[in-house]
């Protein structure tokens, strides 16, 4: 299994602030990684597919970079409705599997 | 619209077998993989297994192989999950989710299942 290894596991932020979350698996995925966030009490939802390319609807904000075994998640200017947990996932081969999670937590 | 409807929680004793229902509408139900994932509580997402509609091909995670089956009736557009030999571990969350690719797509709303005697 590819193992998934996602930092930090929690960060408080403010409002406006600029912030990063770095996703590291145990091989190489072909750019096939994922990011969602997710809501107390909801379901996730898809922001990032293939590294970089953002799902419809998702604002220019959220930026996903990297190759090969490390990647990245930027939030440039964090708005109210960002504070959440977000997990990075690859889905490059079965079983599909996802970092442990990033708790986005309000300063 | 896409709707992925499950069904209600339950509270089950160990040892006992659920089955979830995952209700789908609003897309074309044998062109998208259907999968499941469960968050324990407090936990993280964890990948459990797909289904194929179009072929009822299946790929389970092997923590759950053997114990867990998923399938879809694509008279109804509906898969469905069972776990049986159910412990207090678990007590979960279960999403369905439906996508055209490998990555999950869209959602249903979860399914509490709580293992308790």
């Known amino acids: 299994d590819i193992q998934m290894t996602q930092s930090p596991s929690s960060l408080s932020a403010s409002v406006g602030d600029r912030v990063t979350i770095t996703c590291r698996t145990s091989q190489g995925i072909n750019n096939f990684l994922a990011w969602f966030q997710q809501k107390p009490g909801k379901a996730p939802k898809s922001l990032i597919y293939?590294?970089?390319s953002l799902q419809s609807a998702v604002p220019s904000r959220f930026n996903g970079s990297g190759s090969g075994t490390d990647f990245t998640l930027t939030i440039s200017s964090l708005q109210p409705e960002d504070f959440a947990t977000y997990y990075c996932q690859q889905y490059n081969s079965y079983p599909l599997t996802f970092g442990q999670g990033t708790r986005l937590e309000v300063k | 619209d896409v709707h992925l409807v499950q069904s209600g929680a339950e509270l089950k004793k160990p040892g006992a077998t659920v089955k979830i229902s995952c209700k789908i509408s609003?897309?074309?139900?044998?062109?998208?993989?259907i999968h499941w994932v469960r968050q324990a509580p407090g936990k993280g997402l964890e990948w459990m297994g797909l289904v194929d509609p179009e072929d009822g091909e299946t790929v389970y995670a092997e923590t759950f192989q053997g114990r867990v089956s998923i399938n879809a009736v694509t008279t109804a557009d509906t898969s469905y999950m069972e776990v049986s030999t159910l412990t207090s571990e678990d007590t979960a969350v279960y999403f369905c989710s439906a996508s055209t690719t490998t990555l999950p797509y869209y959602w249903g709303q979860g399914t509490l299942i709580t293992v308790s005697s």
């Open positions: 609003g897309i074309t139900f044998t062109d998208h993989y």
């Open positions: 293939g590294v970089s």
